[in-house]
């Protein structure tokens, strides 16, 4: 447009402008992973049941899941929601300032840690077998993210403690198990412990076809961890200085002590391995952390689209 026709249009110009800014405002945010994910439908009271099957690992990848750690808290200056690069074994900014902090020994600071500490999903393929809730879902493959109580549910019936038990993969099309996922309420917060896999048996018994396309409906694990889906240390480190209302020249050096939230989920865990502890207040604490982590931070599969949902 030349400046002749900027003159004559001018009058035009702010209608145009206020009309582009509309049709922004109403374009909602859209993760192109989330449809691939299926979470439960839980009812008013917060119960919910399905049954899903875990499924092998896709084709021409070893590991039928994958582990991602992430943090997901708010400071003053907004919401922190980043998947952290210590998935990938590099260091990581959130963890950098939560070592600083932790190890200044002060009680204020370590509550902070615990309040922002990294969390854990593993993430597999499933085949939603029911879903009564919707029934549309069922006999689709999905993504599926689920903390350590539906892992450690795995990971018995891979190796079982009693010698009159059997192993099984759960994950195998032939001789793997339907699990039933059972969520209820305990305390105000989610609850797996009801969750159970049944006998094993094959899926789509005697149709190969069926298996098949299943199969090649499997979604990649390994593009979930892939490095260039990772934003950088220095991009997650300006976004924490924001979201903490912390100054740029903090100290959060690459080089410091990375172990502040393996310290905390070692606490975390005194209550559970029956470890005594002279010091009787952190030994509090960790019992009641430990009963908020072990349905929140571990097992809310409704987290991931409500963080979404705040990323936007």
Do not use: C
Not at 13 to 18: N, P
Not at 87 to 92: K, N
Not at 115 to 133: C, T
Not at 210 to 238: G, M, R, V, W
């Amino acid at each position: 447009m030349g400046f002749s026709d900027l003159k004559k249009n001018r009058s035009k110009s702010l209608e145009k402008l206020s009309s582009q800014l509309d049709k922004m405002a109403s374009k909602t945010y859209a993760d192109p992973l989330a449809e691939k994910y299926w979470t439960p439908t839980k009812d008013a009271a917060g119960n919910g049941f399905a049954v899903i099957r875990f499924l092998p690992a896709p084709n021409n990848e070893d590991m039928p899941f994958v582990r991602v750690w992430d943090h997901g808290f708010q400071g003053p200056g907004g919401w922190y929601i980043e998947k952290s690069l210590t998935t990938l074994d590099l260091d990581d900014p959130a963890s950098k300032y939560n070592s600083q902090l932790w190890n200044t020994g002060i009680d204020s600071n370590k509550e902070i840690v615990r309040k922002q500490k990294r969390r854990l999903k593993y993430h597999s393929n499933i085949l939603v077998i029911k879903d009564s809730a919707k029934p549309e879902n069922e006999g689709k493959v999905f993504l599926y993210a689920y903390g350590k109580k539906i892992f450690d549910k795995l990971n018995d019936l891979m190796n079982p403690q009693f010698e009159d038990e059997t192993p099984v993969n759960p994950f195998d099309f032939w001789l793997g198990a339907d699990f039933k996922l059972k969520i209820r309420v305990v305390e105000g917060y989610p609850n797996y412990d009801k969750s159970e896999f049944d006998d094993p048996s094959a899926l789509m018994e005697g149709d190969d076809d069926k298996l098949e396309k299943i199969f090649n409906e499997i979604h990649s694990l390994q593009e979930l961890i892939d490095p260039k889906n990772f934003k950088t240390y220095a991009d997650l480190e300006a976004r924490l200085h924001k979201a903490l209302g912390i100054t740029a020249d903090a100290n959060l050096s690459r080089g410091s002590n990375d172990k502040a939230e393996d310290l905390v989920e070692e606490e975390l865990d005194m209550s559970k391995l029956g470890a005594k502890t002279s010091d009787a207040k952190v030994q509090k604490s960790a019992d009641a952390e430990d009963s908020k982590s072990a349905s929140v931070d571990e097992d809310d599969d409704d987290e991931m689209a409500f963080f979404h949902k705040l990323a936007k």
